[in-house]
Nanobody, 122 residues
Framework: QVQLVESGGGSVQAGGSLRLSCVAY????????MGWFRQAPGKEREGVAT????????AYRDPVKGRFTISQDKAKNTVYLQMNSLKPEDTAMYYC???????????????WGQGTQVTVSS
């Protein structure tokens, strides 16, 4: 049974920071791609950051470049999303996903977590 479990969400003021974690259970994980996506109310899900587990190659969408950092700890089967300089527009449910290759197309990921809420107030 594959399971991705996110944590670390919360409520912060604009300019603050949060670190999200995603632990992968029951998956040969760390052989593929891990991604963070988000979905705000009334909006489509969008990719935020991805990391290739094998070579640490990362990618970021423009709205978060320079503010968010994706990283991994292979020994802990955990992927992180460090979010700095948070803005109200970052408010969303954040999801971790695992798939065979890194892409911004969410439906190509095989496994998803339950999500963790991030709320940024102005």
């Amino acid at each position: 049974q594959v399971q991705l479990v996110e944590s670390g969400g919360g409520s912060v003021q604009a300019g603050g920071s949060l670190r999200l974690s995603c632990v992968a259970y029951g998956y040969a994980v760390m052989t593929t791609c891990m991604g963070w996506f988000r979905q705000a109310p009334g909006k489509e899900r969008e990719g935020v950051a991805t990391i290739y587990v094998g070579n640490d190659n990362t990618a970021y969408r423009d709205p978060v470049k320079g503010r968010f950092t994706i990283s991994q700890d292979k020994a802990k089967n955990t992927v992180y999303l460090q979010m700095n300089s948070l803005k109200p527009e970052d408010t969303a449910m954040y999801y971790c996903a695992a798939g065979p290759f890194c892409t911004w197309v969410g439906k190509l990921y095989n496994y998803w977590g339950q999500g963790t809420q991030v709320t940024v107030s102005s």
